[in-house]
């Protein structure tokens, strides 16, 4: 069975920073990409960026491209986000996904993390 | 990247069909067809129910079907069961590795 299993709820000040985990398990982690899609209170989905465990291709989405981080850890199937410089806007639900190679659907998520960001 | 258009709310009687759209520009979900959509109860993390425009994941009902049209995709539930109610989301590849995600529809069961 495959599993993403995200790591637990951070609650952080503004100007922090905050880095989320994702693990992955029940497939070859090497041949899908992980995927970063975020959900503020009440609001929609947003995708952040994703990365290949592939290739190592990194592509951020343009609102989060000068604040985030994504690396992965192959020997450890886990892939993670840093988010610089957080603002109350940045309060929000953040889940992993799985990504298929050269295709652009999510077929798998994690549970999600809760990230507060408050003074 | 604006977001796709949907609209926020369908519903629909048990047993009907209901169809929810979502519009883009010919540089997402009318160029490429990398269209999905999530269904998505309130609390818990989205699931892939339809992906590349029309194509079912497994174990997902047949009552969920997909289709586009120039540059508006379109998410058909047929056969409405009480258990539909939920948020539905579509997204589209947008070109240079980014995705786009449409607002969200809430999917009401009368």
């Known amino acids: 069975q495959i599993h993403l299993v995200q790591s637990g709820a951070e609650v952080k000040k503004p100007g922090a920073s905050v880095r989320l985990s994702c693990k992955a398990s029940g497939y070859t982690f090497t041949t899908f990409g992980i995927t970063w899609v975020r959900q503020a209170p009440g609001r929609g989905l947003e995708w952040v960026g994703w990365?290949?465990?592939?290739?190592?291709?990194?592509n951020y989405g343009e609102k989060f491209q000068d604040r985030v981080i994504m690396t992965t850890d192959t020997d450890a199937t886990t892939t993670y986000m840093e988010l610089k410089s957080l603002e109350s806007d940045d309060t929000a639900v953040y889940y992993c996904?799985?990504?298929?190679?050269?295709?652009?659907?999510?077929?798998?998520w994690g549970e999600g993390t809760v990230v507060t960001v408050s003074s | 990247q604006a977001a796709l258009t949907q609209p926020p709310s369908a519903s629909g009687s048990p047993g009907q069909s209901v169809t929810i759209s979502c519009t883009g520009t010919s540089g997402d979900v009318g160029g490429y067809d990398f269209v999905s959509w999530y269904q998505q109860y309130p609390g818990k993390a989205p699931q892939l129910i339809i992906y590349d425009v029309d194509k079912r994941p497994s174990g997902v009902p047949d009552r969920f079907s997909g289709s586009k049209s120039g540059n508006t995709a379109s998410l058909t539930v047929s056969r409405l069961q009480p258990d539909d109610e939920s948020n539905f989301y579509c997204a589209s590849y947008a070109g240079s590795n980014n995705v786009v995600f449409g607002g969200g529809t809430t999917l009401t069961v009368l």
């Open positions: 990365i290949s465990a592939y290739d190592s291709n990194i």
């Open positions: 996904a799985r990504v298929r190679a050269g295709s652009g659907f999510f077929d798998h």
